[in-house]
């Protein structure tokens, strides 16, 4: 399962087990970042689900991929583990003991598609060849700088991290093409 909530938070609330149990979702152990790939399962109180005051259920959880500290491995990583869960016949979805936090299972979504990574340019720096015009050789030399490898290493905060290198790039060209 992956976490994401249309038009939600970047990052979206986690919490200890047993204090949601006596507080509910009033104090987060922390936070999660939309994206994260999550093994669910279910947390058994007294023989009932755990859920808020208002019966949504909230799950256990593994993380399987945290976009915030993924490499390009991560997508391996999550093919190998959904394909391998895919063919599981287990008798319950029970939580073992290890399972410390849990999440609104509202915020889940069935999602199959493994995380990617844009793959990063040669790193060589230079102009490149087969350009239609000065603009599209700009962009592909940015796409295949150093620069755009060193932003792509993550799959949160991509955003920022492409306008820093861009700013850089530009820096460092700023007598190979006109302003």
């Given at each position: 399962?992956?976490?994401?909530?249309?038009?939600?938070?970047?990052?979206?609330?986690?919490y200890?087990?047993?204090?949601?149990?006596?507080?509910?979702?009033?104090?987060?152990?922390?936070?999660?970042?939309?994206g994260?790939?999550?093994?669910?399962?279910?947390?058994?109180?007294?023989?009932?689900?755990?859920?808020?005051?208002?019966?949504?259920?909230?799950?256990?959880?593994?993380?399987?991929?945290?976009p915030?500290?993924?490499?390009?491995?991560?997508?391996d990583?999550?093919?190998?583990?959904?394909?391998?869960?895919?063919?599981?016949?287990?008798?319950?979805?029970h939580c073992?003991?290890?399972?410390?936090?849990?999440?609104?299972?509202?915020?889940?979504?069935?999602?199959n598609?493994?995380?990617f990574?844009?793959?990063?340019?040669?790193?060589?720096?230079?102009?490149?060849?087969?350009?239609r015009?000065?603009?599209?050789?700009?962009?592909?030399?940015?796409h295949?700088?150093?620069?755009?490898a060193?932003?792509n290493?993550?799959?949160?905060?991509?955003?920022q991290?492409?306008?820093?290198a861009?700013?850089?790039?530009?820096?460092?060209?700023?007598?190979?093409?006109?302003?």
């Open positions: 399962m992956t976490l994401y909530e249309f038009n939600g938070k970047r990052d979206l609330p986690y200890k087990v047993e204090s949601f149990r006596e507080q509910g979702p009033s104090s987060p152990a922390g936070t999660l970042a939309q994260t790939s999550l093994i669910p399962c279910l947390v058994i109180r007294d023989g009932q689900a755990l859920t808020d005051k208002k019966g949504t259920p909230y799950v256990g959880f593994r993380i399987l991929v945290d915030r500290r993924a490499t390009p491995t991560a997508t990583k999550f093919k190998r583990t959904f394909a391998q869960r895919k063919s599981m016949r287990v008798a319950n979805h073992d003991g290890r399972v410390r936090h849990v999440i609104n299972v509202r915020q889940l979504y069935a999602l598609k493994a995380p990574f844009d793959p990063p340019g040669s790193g060589r720096t230079g102009r490149v060849q087969g350009t015009n000065e603009l599209d050789q700009i962009i592909r030399t940015f295949n700088s150093s620069h755009c060193a932003a290493r993550k799959l949160v905060g991509r955003r991290a492409l306008n820093s861009w700013g850089r790039f530009i820096a460092d060209n700023r007598h190979t093409w006109p302003e």
